[in-house]
């Protein structure tokens, strides 16, 4: 079965720091882009990065460039966002996802349960 | 940033019914339009891709279109499980934006 598990959210101070990881399973994540997608309490769909096949291309929404880092380790299939200086505007479900093609058309096709994050003092 | 709307933000509906929702683009997106279906406290789903391809396992209720920068989805026949919240996803550039999402609930 195709899947993604996304771990290591939780209650974090403002200012603080969180790792998020991504486990897939059922297929090969080198060979596609990977995203991470937030979802703050009663609010929609922001997507937040994403990374290319070897890790050599990241891309961020402007609200976290500089402060988070997404990147990947093949080996383990496995995707992380390193999320720094997180503020209360941080706080959200975090979504792992797979970006599916089909020619030159890109839609996120598999997505995990998600992990929570919370700032909060 | 591309901006997505949608309208309407909410609809009440009744089982059988024919909804369309619509989303539009700030920009030209060409067909770079995604749909996606999300029921409380669960994850995103991919229902439509590239404007107007059903995504395998979707049901045939479900359809999408473009006009312009117009975009609809419609589902022809309102089923019990269709109660959810409706976002639309342009994937034309970076950063990647969605629309803010239309909740269909039960009238």
């Known amino acids: 079965e195709v899947q993604l598990v996304e771990s290591g959210g939780g209650l974090v101070q403002p200012g603080g720091s969180l790792r998020l990881s991504c486990e897939a399973s059922?297929?090969?994540?080198?060979?596609?882009?990977m995203n991470w997608v937030r979802q703050a309490p009663g609010k929609g769909l922001e997507w937040v990065a994403n990374?290319?096949?070897?890790?050599?291309?990241?891309n961020y929404v402007g609200s976290v460039r500089g402060r988070f880092t997404i990147s990947r380790d093949n080996t383990k299939n496995s995707l992380y966002l390193q999320m720094n200086s997180l503020g209360a505007e941080d706080t959200a479900v975090y979504y792992c996802?797979?970006?599916?093609?089909?020619?030159?058309?890109?839609?996120?096709?598999?997505w995990g349960k998600g992990t929570t994050v919370t700032v909060s003092s | 940033d591309i901006q997505m709307t949608q309208s309407p933000s909410s609809l009440s509906a009744s089982v059988g019914d024919r909804v369309i929702i619509t989303c539009r683009a700030s920009?030209?997106?060409?067909?770079?339009l995604n749909w996606y279906q999300q029921k409380p406290g669960r994850a995103p789903k991919l229902l439509i891709f590239?404007?107007?391809s059903l995504q395998s396992g979707v049901p045939s209720r479900f359809s999408g279109s473009r006009t312009g920068t117009e975009f609809t989805l419609t589902i022809s026949s309102l089923q019990p499980e269709d109660f959810a919240t409706y976002y639309c996803?342009?994937?034309?550039?970076?950063?990647?934006?969605f629309g803010p999402g239309t909740r269909v609930d039960i009238k």
């Open positions: 996803q342009q994937s034309y550039t970076t950063p990647v934006t």
């Open positions: 590239a404007a107007s």
């Open positions: 990374i290319n096949l070897d890790g050599s291309e990241k």
């Open positions: 059922g297929f090969t994540s080198s060979n596609y882009w």
């Open positions: 996802t797979r970006l599916q093609a089909s020619g030159n058309f890109y839609y996120m096709d598999v």
């Open positions: 920009h030209i997106i060409s067909s770079y």
